[in-house]
Every structure is written in structure tokens, then in C-alpha cells.
């Protein structure tokens, strides 16, 4: 009631206002007092408030007071937009990046999940898994090139091997041979395991030996001759690589003389198979001292035959024993020091059964002693105990 009296009041004082300065309010009125007729001549007018008149005043004040509330809104909207546009920019001028997108709003309650991140987070996902895809390709194309490399050079490998020159030697058996003057045997070998190998000469005659690895040496110089053997026979102790081809030469020290030899090869079992079964070709190596007088191990041969049992030492005296699968000891009365081997080292020619296993025994003389020792079988055509 209070606003409608006071609109009314307002609209008497307007009212008023107009007729003065000649203005239209509302509905056209020119005069308060008189309205204009024909002829120019004034008519007196009711001045009762015309019905309506106040609805209309009371609108257009509420439609200019919505409108001046929504320019001061918008004001309002557009200050705080600059003020998010400064301080974004502030931020990344801090931080000394440009990877910002910046857009103008909320920055601070921004969401990269709720303002379109998903789909940019969606994006480099799939361009990762497209970059890992590509490197997974390069990864397995470089491992088929590899591949395919180590099968040529494997196929080459045996493809020289079948077309070898020299006759290959094994560690299973010996090579027996004559030379006379400049006359040398050469042999090609070819490591079934990587490890260290002994090559070896028997019989009567000063023997010297070279082993060649890609066309070098590889015996230390001057141990050509260096009479490691028995008497003036070879002994050299080399590490190889399974697969390589190695070239054994051997050839007299005087060429004026005839000779005859064996030449064997054997290699090394590694340290973890120390306790298996001795196979053949292949020798034992271990450590005895006062706490531990001796090594035990057992060979069992795939035929019969006659075969040599070895031993080697670092500069020791060894005995040996070997014991029938009955238990009795096959070493001849005397013999278990017999030093027929390289020094005073073991050397027993015996004929084993198939199938059969036989225990070999390996002392050092000297109980007080220490050092390494190696055993190993091997058959030979001869006998190089009567060389």
C-alpha cells in the first residue's frame, strides 16, 4: 500500500513536470489542464488521474531498475574475467611455460576432466600407445635382424666346418701319427662346451705344438717347445669358445729325426659338476690339502675297451687308485706311484666293461701337501705307455 501511494505522488509530481516543459509521459498528455482540439482552442480537462496510468508508470520503474541491476551484473562478470585473465598470465610468466591454453573464466576452480581434458588426456593416451606400438615394431624388427645374423654366421660356421680341410679331432679319442724331417699334422677342433682345454703329446720323441685361433697364435711365446709333457713332449692349458675353430699343428724339434706320437685333448669340467660321474674327455679338477687327502670319482664307459686314466698336477706328486666294480684295486702292486704321467704324475692303461662303473682314487704323495689336481679318461688305437 505504502508503494502505491508513493508511486501515485511520483506520478502527480511527473505529471506536473511534463506539462511544464511540454514532455509526453505515459499517455501522451501536452497539458495538465486542457487538451488540445480542433481549431487550437484548449478544452478543459478532467484532472483525475486517468485509470491505468500508475500500473504503467509502476512497470517501466521495475523494467529500469531490472535493467540497471543487469548492466551492473554484466560489469561485475567482465572485471572478474580480467582479473582471472591477468592472474593466469601472471602465472605462467612465474612459471616460465607456454603450454598453458588459457581461457578466459574460472581459472582457479578450472577441471581438465570437466572443462574437455578428458578428451585432450584421451589424446596423448592414444599417441603414446601409437609411440610404444611403433618402438615395440623397432624393438622386434632389430631382434629378427639379430636373429637372423647369428643363424647366417651359424650357417657359415658349419658350412666350413663340413668343408674343413683338416681332419677334426674330439676329446673322446687320441690321434696317433709318424713324422720325419719337415713333415707337421694338423688337426682342426672344434669345443663342444667354452672352458679350459688341455692339449697333449706322448711318446719318445722332442714334439712341439702350435694352436691357432683365426689364423693367430695362441700358444705364450717360446712355449712352442716348452716341454710341459712327459720328457720333452707338449702340454698347453687353453681357454676356449664352444664353436670356434681352433687348428692344432704339431711338428719335431730337429728335422733329422723320425718320430712317433699321440696327441690328445680333453676339457675341463666347470667347478659345478665337480661331483658328477667322469665322462670321457673330459678331466676333474679339484683342491687336496691335509683336511681333504683325497678325491673320489666314478666313470662308467658307454663299450668296452682300453682306456687311459690320467692325472695332473701343479708340480705334486699324485697316486692314484682305481677299484673293479667288485671292490678290489686294478692298479698293480707298486704302481699307484708309478709316475708314468707328465713329472710325477699318474698314468694306468686298464680295460673297462661297458656299462660297468669303476671308482678312481687320487692321493698326493706327500700328505702334508696342497694343491690342484686333475683326472681324466681317454682312449687311444696305441699305447703310449710302450712309445
Known sequence: MKTKLMVAAALMTLFNTAGQAGQEIGVGVQNPTHQVGRGGFGVPRDPRPVPGD???????????????????????????????????ARKVDESGSEDYNVTVGDWENFNPLTAGGDVVVLDITEERKEEERQAQEARAEAERARLA???????EKKEARANDIYTEMNVTMSYSFELSGDEHMTYSFYPETSGWHIFQTYGPTDMVMEIYHNGESIVNAGQSDGDGGIDNNELQHKYLEAGERYVVQVYLEYWTVFGSTILNVRAEDPLEKLYDPLKLGYAKKFWLDPSRSHFTTKFTPEESGWFLIETFSDDKDTVMEIYHPDGYSMVAAGESDGDKGVGNEELHLQYFYSGKTYTIQVYLQDSDDEGYAWVHVWKSHWNPLKL
Open 54 to 88: 500508475a500500473d504503467l508508470f509502476e512497470r517501466e520503474l521495475e523494467r529500469r531498475a531490472v535493467a540497471e541491476a543487469a548492466r551492473k551484473v554484466e560489469e561485475e562478470r567482465r572485471a572478474h574475467e580480467a582479473r582471472a585473465a591477468e592472474e593466469a
Open 149 to 155: 645374423e647369428l643363424a647366417r654366421i651359424e650357417k
